[in-house]
Structure formats: C-alpha cells, structure tokens
C-alpha cells in the first residue's frame, strides 16, 4: 500500500521568514496530494491540495509543489506569522488517503 | 451547516467495554472514514466506507467493526476496548474518493 514520509518532524521559524515541510510517497498512481493544518487540540483543516495534472497550486501566502518524477511533494509558506503554528500533514491518495507524519511549525514573534 | 458531527467528545473506558462512537454528516457526501490518531503516528485509517451500502477495511481495522447506517452516518464500534485502543478518533467526510476531507471535531477516548 501507499506509504507517506513527511520531513521535518519539527520546523522553529521567525516571525517572517518562510517555511517549507517535505514529503515523499511510494505509490505512483497516486493522484491526489491534500495538505491539513490542525491546531492544538482541534480538528484537520484542509488548506491546499494539488492534482497529478499540476506541477503547483499558490494561495496567497502557502503554494504547493509536486514532483510526479521523483514522488515528492511540498508545501512552502512565505511571510509566516504566529498564527501559522500547527501541526501540518500530508496525505497521498489513490482511492483512500495515506498521511504523514505531521511536522509542528513553530512561529515565534 | 452542521459539517461532521462526532458524539462523544470524550470517553472513560474499562478494559473490555464496548462503545460506539457515532458519526453524522449533513453534507450529502459519499463517503466516510474513521481514523485514529496517536502521537507521533500521524492519522491511521481504520475504516471507510465509499460510498452508502459499502465498508472496507484500512490500516488499523484489528478491534473494530462499522456500520454505514445510511448516506449521512457511519459509525464505529469498539467491542472489547483495550488499552491500546487509547486514542483521539477523527470521523471525516468526502464528495467522493480523491477530494478533500471534512473532519469531525474527535473523540478522545481512555481505556483503563
């Protein structure tokens, strides 16, 4: 089955600069790559998502990039700010999803 | 809109309870799926169900049996809880396979 790797397990940002979580997946039909924000004690958020057809999807400060060659995947967010501290997840999806690991995004003022 | 709507938020178990952690959408979507969360271990399926009259297994099904009582509730149940069944359970929600999930707001659920 689908197996999700997702790196770092931890990310410790400025007030500012960018941040960017990769992941890496192992089955090549997969064709649908959805990335999730959840806040301490709340539940998945859905934030951005990309399609094997697309290389890479913005919305306004996150972007999403993906490499069907290599099986790589990647959110990148710029200007980050305090409310950006999260869990992030990946997930991969063929007909169900498979998710990473999470990294905690710490912003700090 | 209601979204998913998960009952209980929270559980005490004993050590060979049974339960059953309900689920309910009011979106008209298709399918549903139960996973587990665990420190560490991300979210791990241990049902769905594509679409009304079907269930399939997923990662972690050992200990668990569902129940997709019609197009807007899936529930799942807990027959002899254990310890290791220790966990927050995420119920969500698609149109259909390949699109973004609703997450219902969890159970966090103690077996002692």
């Known amino acids: 089955g689908e197996n999700v790797e997702q790196h770092p397990s931890t990310l410790s940002v400025q007030e500012g600069d960018s941040a960017v979580i990769k992941c890496t997946y192992s089955?090549?039909?997969?064709?649908?790559f959805p990335w999730y924000k959840q806040e301490l004690g709340k539940r998945p958020q859905l934030i951005i998502d990309i399609r094997s057809n697309v290389g890479e999807k913005k919305d306004q400060r996150i972007a999403v990039t993906l490499n069907k060659t290599a099986k790589h995947f990647s959110l990148h967010i710029t200007e980050t700010q305090p409310e950006d501290s999260a869990v992030y997840f990946c997930?991969?999806?063929?007909?169900?999803?498979?998710f990473g690991a999470g990294t905690r995004l710490t912003v700090k003022p | 809109n209601a979204g998913v709507t998960q009952t209980p938020k929270f559980q005490v178990l004993k050590t060979g309870q049974s339960m059953t952690l309900q689920c309910a959408q009011d979106m008209n979507h298709n399918s549903m799926y139960w996973y587990r969360q665990d420190p560490g271990m991300g979210l791990r399926l241990i049902y769905y169900s594509a679409s009304e009259g079907t269930t399939d297994k997923g990662e972690v099904p050992n200990g668990y049996n569902v129940s997709r009582l019609n197009k807007r509730e899936f529930s799942l149940r807990l027959e002899s809880a254990a310890p290791s069944q220790t966990s927050v359970y995420f119920c969500a929600s698609s149109p259909t396979a390949n699109y973004g999930y609703t997450f219902g707001s969890g159970t966090r659920l103690t077996v002692v």
């Open positions: 997930a991969a999806s063929i007909d169900k999803m498979r």
């Open positions: 089955d090549s039909a997969s064709n649908y």
